[in-house]
């Protein structure tokens, strides 16, 4: 079993993916593939939704207007949140995180053809071994290391902070920008979002 590195900023996040790092069980790779995987896109989707409560033309129902619409989006994937951060920040994300973007975000695409069938307990055909799936938790790791270090520069968050919205109340905005002023145009900012084609 190869040693699992768990960057200092991520030690909190990650304790229990460690714990089950050193388990004997048998199903400790994919139990620690599932729950790494759910780390990223919650990390995702909380940097999502920070940068988007952070405008100012939102009061309290508008807010919980736009957290329901994004609660019901069953089409927003990570794919379509590091687009709508993209759009945010005015920038790509190979610009933000740089040679990381190049060397892990096709891993993650590699890892999301057969995320689905390895949460829902069916064979992948693809032949996973063990130490496929160790490589591929090391790579979402890194991933989520480097997404955490953008966040913090250019937003004043990393992803990882519970509490979301009411960090996102606190903190003021930086180095980004808000195409919407309304729920609804939020929601028609969202669609297009996930209609665009070559998401990050």
């Known amino acids: ?7 200092p900023t991520l030690a909190a996040e990650f304790a229990t993916v460690q714990a089950l790092w050193q388990l004997e069980a048998k199903t400790r790779r994919v139990d620690a593939f599932i729950l790494t995987w759910v780390k ?3 990390q995702a989707r909380r940097l999502f ?7 100012q033309a939102f009061d309290e129902p508008a807010r919980e207007a736009v957290m329901a619409a994004i609660g019901a989006d069953r089409n927003l994937d990570p794919r379509v949140m590091l687009a709508g951060i993209e759009s945010l920040a005015g920038q790509t994300m190979e610009h933000l995180m740089g040679p990381a973007h190049a ?5 993650l695409r590699r890892i999301q053809g057969y995320r689905n069938k390895i949460f829902h307990g069916q064979l992948t055909g693809q032949r ?3 130490a496929r799936l160790e490589a591929d938790v090391a790579q979402m790791i890194e991933w989520i290391a480097a997404l955490a270090d953008v966040g913090a520069r250019e937003f004043g968050y990393d992803g990882l902070e519970r509490n ?3 960090l ?12 919407f002023q309304t729920p609804a145009e939020f929601s028609t900012w969202l669609e297009r979002i996930a209609a665009r084609p070559g998401r990050p």
């Open 103 to 107: 060397r892990l975000r096709p891993q």
């Open 128 to 130: 996973l071994g063990s």
């Open 164 to 166: 979301t919205g009411r």
């Open 40 to 42: 990223f896109e919650k």
């Open 49 to 55: 939704s920070f940068l988007i409560l952070q405008n």
């Open 168 to 179: 996102a109340r606190l903190r003021p905005p930086q180095n980004i920008h808000h195409p």
């Open 1 to 7: 079993m190869h040693t699992l590195i768990i960057p």
